[in-house]
């Protein structure tokens, strides 16, 4: 069992939609473009190629027809690579045809969308490459970019990771801070295997109608939690900020007491400590730098007239 996967559907390119009109009105106001219509005289047709300047992996190519397509734009485009592939520096990804004052118009726009969720998958790639060999399965966090989520969580997907939850709406996480608030209103302060138990209750209770049960997580920071919580059986125990040995014996205890339950280790991820991570045995690893701190992968619009 894990959490849903973001595909293009729907939502993702309605949240795409909304994007782009944003963006649309960043450059354009309710106007024109001023320098386009100075200088680039009407009919003028051109060819422009999205050029790769750096190796990475593509994502948002396989996104560029519902961007025309919203850009209102007179564009062709001749797609060369899809996005999850490998690109190198120099190869083409795609050739886009058609009104040059369009072209110049949506540029921009469309170099910004695809140049930062390749940077996402991109980067993803490095920190899936980074556990090879062991039995780590590298997932996203909700560290996205207001209005980006769906998209983003998509290009950790190109790049070979996994997505954990879409939204507090896709799953129960039970952290700290939901036990201090129970506790702040009423004195009851529950262990981890406690509010586990109550998460269950929630889903049995009917309050919320589910397509299928959510995934119940819950979070602990100490090894002496780790019994309660086990105990309680959640999908998922997450090992906040524990160094790699307390990783170690997590794993061992759980393996004797309760293998059905993975362990995602979060907290201190970065690409010098993933590997030691993974080797610990935990099943995940939760890098919230995927998506809060991927440079743009740094593609250019090569023109010809």
């Not at 649309?24 to 009407?42: C, G, K, N, Q």
């Not at 991109?122 to 780590?136: E, F, H, I, N, Q």
């Amino acid at each position: 069992m894990d959490y849903r996967s973001q595909t293009i559907d729907a939502f993702l390119l309605e949240d795409l939609s909304e994007i782009l009109r944003l963006a649309i009105r960043e450059d354009l106001d309710r106007s024109v473009d001023l320098t386009t219509m100075a200088i680039v005289p009407p009919g003028v047709n051109g060819s422009a190629a999205l050029i790769s300047r750096s190796h990475g992996v593509a994502a948002g190519i396989d996104l560029i027809d519902e961007m025309i397509a919203e850009l209102d734009a007179k564009i062709q485009w001749d797609q060369r690579v899809g996005d999850g592939e490998t690109i190198q520096p120099g190869q083409s990804l795609s050739v886009l045809t058609g009104d040059a004052r369009d072209l110049l118009t949506c540029e921009r726009t469309i170099l910004n969308v695809i140049c930062r969720l390749s940077g996402i998958a991109s980067l993803t790639k490095r920190y899936v490459d980074a556990v090879k060999g062991t039995k780590a399965r590298v997932y996203d966090t909700r560290k996205t970019t207001p209005g980006w989520r769906r998209l983003e969580k998509y290009a950790v997907r190109c790049g070979g990771g996994h997505n954990h939850r879409l939204g507090l709406y896709d799953g129960i996480l039970i952290k700290d801070n939901h036990l201090a608030c129970r506790a702040a209103a009423n004195g009851e302060l529950l262990d981890a295997g406690q509010a586990v138990a109550h998460a269950k209750a929630f889903i049995e209770s009917g309050v919320v109608k589910f397509q299928q049960p959510p995934m119940i997580e819950v979070e602990i920071d100490r090894i002496s939690q780790l019994e309660s919580a086990l105990a309680s059986c959640p999908n998922i125990i997450l090992l906040d900020n524990m160094n790699c040995d307390l990783l170690r014996q997590c794993v061992a205890i759980r393996d004797q007491s309760a293998p059905n339950v993975e362990l995602e280790a979060s907290g201190g991820v970065n690409l010098s400590t993933i590997g030691n991570i993974a080797a610990t045995g935990v099943d995940r690893i939760s890098v919230g730098a995927l998506t809060h701190s991927a440079p743009v992968h740094d593609i250019g619009l090569d023109w010809k007239i």
